[in-house]
């Protein structure tokens, strides 16, 4: 919330990165967000959209909480 | 044996503890005690073994989750479930029990069939497996027991297809997959029992290399045993460790979800009158939270020494992760005992959590939400045909659900 646009909740923008190398292939992530997160031919997660927008931002965090391999970060710019 | 459990220094709690008379559905109040005054607290378990035992959510999420702790049960210190699972030889390990990076090397040889887009294209056929299913038991006499007439056949069938092993092979591989997951067999039986499934696997591998299909175990041959990657006993384990996994668990899960929305039938007319998948996914997690099936936790053994829960945890000393009572802890679920299929229960960790968390899940959720979205709404008048007090529960079991479910509709 911005004093200046009192009408719109502005969120910070949000970075997601995946640590691939940790990623276990439960497929959590794609359960949660099926538009920010998605699985290769291994089963790996990979991301398809890595900044986005805000009405995403709770479930990316859903997704980052329960990832069992800790594999999704976040940056909140 | 015996004698050193009764020697325990007085007050320590032993481990597994019963579950009270009259709630089949909720984890041993013992548990609950520790889980308030002492979350991270030594237990005696069967050998006179003292390992930790972890009871709170954050706890079980955050150690299961360090790399200080080791699922490598040949390590001194592991607390193994009974004296079968410790005479184990090690070299018939999977990576079940391995740490990474060999875990991970092998796990990702049979990550790729569990993929989220993969497994739900399976579902159409697990439909139609559990319409078959359904179809036959209305045709045929009742009551019946929906453990061996659906609950079992189910997650077999699915995994058989999924593998490529022929189906009409259930009696043997259910037999012996049973004599692994009970408490109370010998070391001797399960050794026998790994053994006639080792054997069984390794032929049919032996059958996909020189006519490989289009399933896992082919996949296995040709692409891991033929490239030298994996000898064909390697493959065996591993194709056996999916088999196994694959359909006890998630068969409890069915007959005790059952019996439990039969014992809330409120809940069970959310489901019945549902037409909404995210309804149905939501109460397929809530079952999981709420039953907790693999109730004999999740064993680990200490690396380095390690704070936790105001105690120190040595190199070397075991752990036991209490994830049913886990998924009851207040802190993270309100009103934990309350089945509710409305709450998100998305954190619970009926799976385990950390690098082994189930690698079947995708499959398992699909599989259940197939059966809880389809069996009640097809068999509406749905009830147990005996009373609620003879019905078995598997306390000795390694998986938690009920020995036979005769119903009636
Ligand atoms: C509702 C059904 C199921 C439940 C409750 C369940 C539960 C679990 C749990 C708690 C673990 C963690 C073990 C640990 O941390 O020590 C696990 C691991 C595993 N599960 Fe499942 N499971 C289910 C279904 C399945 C299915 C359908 C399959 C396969 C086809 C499967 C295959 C596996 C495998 C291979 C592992 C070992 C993963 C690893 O060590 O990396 N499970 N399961
Ligand atoms: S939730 Fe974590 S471990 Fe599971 S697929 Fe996504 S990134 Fe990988």
Redesign the interface.
Known sequence: MTPSNPSRRIEKPMRVEVDRP?C?????C???APDVF??D????VVTLDERPDAPRHEDVR?AA??C???AIALREE | MADTATSAPAGLPEHPSPRAAGCPFDPPPALRSLQTDRPVSRVQIWDGSRPWLITRHEDVRTLLNDPRVSADATRDGYPHRSAAMQGSDPASQTFLTMDDPEHARLRRMVTAPFAIKKIEALRPSIQKIVDDLVDTLLAGPKPVDLVEAFALPVPSLVICELLGVPYEKHDFFQRNTRIIVRRTSTPEEVAAANAALIDYMDDLLADKLARPADDLLSVLATERVATGELTRREAARLGNLLLAAGHETTANMIALGTLALLRNPGQLALLRETEDPEVVAGAVEELLRYLNITHSGRRRVALEDIEAGGETIRAGEGIIFANDVANRDPAAFPGPDRLDLTRNARRHVAFGYGVHQCLGQPLARVELQVVYGTLYRRIPTLATAIPFDEIEFKHDGIVYGVYKLPVTW
């Open positions: 940790r276990v292939a439960s497929g959590q794609v359960l949660v998605d699985q031919d291994d089963g790996i859903e909480a329960i069992p391999a800790a």
